[in-house]
């Protein structure tokens, strides 16, 4: 219950209510995370969306045998969602830790994809009524993935447009299925 309030309600509002007042094409989290008045709430979004990943996902990692990449690939990517919102993005001032915090912010995110595509994939590998299943999130996570390719092709640059997508997808599509994955997997 919980964790369905928090990827339901919690991250999509906390995170549209982030980036009010800002152009979604022409800005990104981490630019108006680095306004002094918003640095507290950008490493709140952070360690929300964090936490809510790890839970969520290390209760579907307990279905796989040997899940060891996926829980590795999940902490990278969450090590590196941490080193992103502390990291400072002020390329003016400090360029090189703006410099790394991208790097860390992107490769957190493919990260991400890749442990949550590596979920989907193991977990079908379970049974035919789990590949069966699981169709819908294969297609969603693919879905996900040619959206957020043409959301950077549209903007030029990651953008709060980009970041508002992936987060929000991405969410409810581990939400889901940490949901259903009770009725086939545990049997």
Do not use: D
């Not at 447009?161 to 969410?171: G, S, W, Y």
Request: proline share 4%.
């Amino acid at each position: 219950m919980l964790l369905s309030c928090i990827a339901y309600a919690v991250i999509p509002i906390y995170t549209l209510l982030f980036i009010r007042g800002t152009n979604w094409f022409t800005s990104n989290l981490s630019v108006i995370g680095s306004r002094p008045t918003r640095r507290a709430a950008f490493f709140l979004l952070g360690v929300i969306i964090g936490l809510y990943y790890y839970e969520a996902l290390k209760k579907l990692l307990i279905y796989l045998p040997r899940h060891i990449w996926e829980h590795r690939l999940l902490l990278t990517a969450l090590f590196l969602l941490l080193l992103a919102v502390t990291t400072p993005y002020l390329p003016e001032t400090v360029p090189l830790q703006s410099f790394l915090h991208v790097v860390f912010a992107f490769v957190s995110s493919v990260l991400l994809a890749v442990c949550l595509y590596l979920i989907l994939w193991r977990l079908s590998a379970l049974s035919p009524a789990a590949r069966r299943f699981l169709r819908p999130y294969r297609v969603s996570m693919v879905a996900i993935t040619v959206v957020s390719g043409l959301l950077l092709l549209m903007a030029g640059i990651i953008s709060s447009a980009l970041e508002v997508f992936f987060i929000i997808a991405t969410t409810v599509l581990v939400q889901r299925l940490y949901t259903l994955s009770s009725c086939i997997f545990s049997r």
